[in-house]
């Protein structure tokens, strides 16, 4: 309860955005979404720190998702060249100060936490490549490639140092699975029947898995908008209700004989690198509750349990049900509460006992082991739940070192994922449309194809001349929260009004703060950018930008002007107003843009009609500009 405690109240108090696995976030930030408080210096402390205790407390919740987050906060700190706030900072690192390179250095983070928590480095690359990066590229691929293999190297390091049991859990491979099962996997045509039939079960249960997790993570966002006592408050609660669990179920199982010679301990054979541990709890001599053998351990060790080969009696139907009903109903209520929480392992372990079950209730008509099925049953759990196909294959293969597997988890996988599609979007996808995060399909939805352009334009439009007044420049910035203006010239500057540009709020900011002003309205250009480096306007870090409220501009400067050209991009994507939205909305995803100005088709009139943003291509916003349009289920 303690842990439990401290787990929530770093959350609650010090980095609410550490709460949850953290994938979404990443996800979302690497569709082009900045939220400065996903990556920040405090949510990767409260991460490392939370997630340790969250799983030190007993919770259901892996630590998988967190280290995926992990591994982008510590990315993101290099990338921003450290933290100015923490006396943390390393000018060889700027060069990383834009979008495309930083969301590439984010995206290897995200890998290297997979590879990380799953001793996976293949299955982290393609982790990032199918789930993670919504940009993707050949020189990317080299380089998540290279981080996962120093990860594989490193961490490889570590465990012969610790080997022995030095460093607890962590030296005997409390890590990873690696290994866990000895049998071979031999099928015949009739059993791939039944491994399409888990398929299925997994997809159903995986959609309803997530239609659950929706349900329950609504309610969660309810009491997480009161104060923080109230996220305690409901953590304990669940800690209190995981306990219970944890040691009332097992009275509620019978003691097995324990396999093998009689004695007062049952003995612990070793299977690969790891021993089966029999616990006796309740139990006369010579005889284990294998109930307890599930709950009365470490996650990771409970599923190393269910993998084991053996088609025998080591656990009881009713214990298996027992089992996979306490986990399934644990992982829904747990994942949303003020902890940092990953959904990984909570779904392998529900499908390891669930396909273990079907292994032990089909075993004398089936030749593949009952190990086997419970891989094969947390495989299709996992393509039901969070709609992964290439990565979660090679992320398993990797964990169990079973190449012989990959036909079988292939099809199970495909099955899963196609059966749970017909239902509703995977997990991740569902928690980021949770949280209101704006993300961008890579595809545009069908009523887009009746819609131009210029329909989903929202006003009113605010634009700078190319020369302007510093009092209308503060005035804009004030009263709105755009990060783009469209700059015009106008006459004596150009013959007609004619578009020169954007600028960004950004850099603006940066403009009048150094107070580059002229009383008369001409062109200063060449005076201006002598006094300006290119860092200057280079992206800043987690809350290191300029505001508003740190210009200190007096009523006389008010009324001089600024030249805004040295600082406008005379080059912006522009679409023309009659072109259909859909095909906006690929141009907008593909180029990964953050404005796209909307012109006139024909001459005469203004020189921008609006400009686009992400928010425009939403569907809340299309369908409610025009609700007679049918969104596509």
């Not at 979404?24 to 997630?51: C, M, W």
């Not at 979008?99 to 890998?111: E, N």
Request: aromatic share 10%; with cysteine; glycine share 10%.
């Amino acid at each position: 309860m303690i842990l439990a405690i401290a787990a929530a109240a770093l959350c609650a108090y010090i980095a609410p955005a550490a709460a949850g696995s953290g994938i979404p976030e990443v996800k979302a930030y690497l569709n082009g979404i900045d939220a400065h408080t996903i990556l920040a210096p405090s949510t990767l402390f409260v991460k490392i720190f939370g997630s340790i205790f969250g799983v030190a407390a007993g919770f259901v919740v892996g630590k998988e998702g967190p280290m995926v987050h992990t591994g982008a906060c510590v990315a993101n700190l290099l990338g921003q060249g450290g933290s100015r706030k923490y006396g943390l900072t390393w000018k060889w690192l700027r060069y990383f100060k834009n979008d495309r390179d930083r969301r590439d250095l984010i995206t290897c983070g995200a890998a290297a936490g997979v590879a990380g928590a799953f001793r996976a480095p293949v299955g982290g690359v393609l982790f990032a490549l199918e789930e993670a990066a919504s940009w993707w590229r050949s020189a990317l691929l080299w380089r998540t490639f290279f981080t996962t293999a120093v990860v594989a190297v490193v961490l490889r390091a570590l465990i012969q140092v610790c080997e022995g049991g030095k460093c607890g859990l962590f030296g005997k491979g409390g890590l990873i699975m690696f290994d866990v099962n000895s049998a071979k996997p031999v099928y015949n045509i009739p059993d791939l029947l039944v491994v399409i039939f888990l398929g299925v079960i997994g997809g159903l249960m995986g959609s309803l898995y997530n239609f659950l997790v929706d349900k329950v993570l609504r309610t969660y966002s309810l009491i997480n908008e009161r104060v923080p006592i109230f996220k305690i408050l409901v953590v304990m609660i669940i800690s209190l209700v995981t306990s219970s669990i944890r040691f009332g179920l097992p009275l509620l199982s019978k003691c097995i004989p324990c396999p093998g010679p009689e004695g007062d301990q049952c003995p612990s054979p070793t299977v690969g690198f790891f021993s089966i541990h029999y616990k006796n709890f309740q139990c006369p001599p010579n005889h284990y509750n294998d109930l307890t053998s599930l709950f009365f351990t470490t996650n990771d060790d409970a599923i190393r349990n269910l993998f084991i080969a053996g088609s025998d009696n080591r656990f009881q139907i009713s214990s298996l049900v027992i089992f996979f009903v306490a986990i399934y109903s644990l992982g829904i209520i747990t994942y949303g509460v003020a902890i940092p929480s990953g959904l990984f392992i909570p779904v392998i372990l529900a499908g390891a006992s669930y396909g273990r079950l079907v292994g032990s209730l089909l075993s004398p008509f089936t030749v593949l082991d009952a190990g086997l099925f419970a891989l094969l049953g947390a495989a299709s759990f996992l393509g039901g739940s969070m709609r992964m196909t290439v990565s979660l294959c090679i992320i398993l293969l990797e964990l169990t070192n079973d190449l012989l597997m990959l036909p079988l988890v292939m099809l199970v996988l495909l099955i899963s994922k196609s059966v749970a599609d017909c239902f509703n979007k995977g997990v991740y996808d569902q928690i980021v449309e949770i949280k209101g995060l704006p993300y961008m399909e890579a595809h545009a939805e069908p009523y887009m194809r009746h819609l131009a352009a210029s329909d989903v334009v929202s006003g009113p439009l605010f634009t700078f001349s190319g020369v302007e007044k510093v009092g209308n420049i503060v005035h804009a910035l004030k009263i709105t929260r755009h990060h783009g203006f469209p700059v015009i010239d106008e006459p004596p500057f150009s013959d007609a009004p004619e578009l020169c540009g954007l600028v960004l709020r950004s850099h603006l900011l940066v403009l009048l703060k150094n107070r580059t002003f002229s009383r008369q309205r001409v062109m200063t250009g060449s005076t201006i950018m002598r006094r300006f480096k290119a860092h200057d306007f280079a992206k800043p870090g987690s809350g290191k930008g300029l505001k508003l409220e740190d210009l200190d501009i007096t009523q006389d400067e008010m009324e001089m002007f600024v030249d805004l050209h040295p600082i406008t991009n005379t080059s912006p994507y522009t679409v023309v107003e009659t072109m259909s939205l859909a095909k906006a909305a690929i141009l907008f995803r593909e180029l990964g843009l953050r404005h796209l100005l909307v012109v006139p088709k024909t001459p005469g009139r203004p020189p921008i009609v609006g400009i686009l943003t992400r928010h425009d291509f939403m569907p809340e916003h299309v369908l409610g500009l025009f609700p007679h349009l049918k969104p596509h289920k």
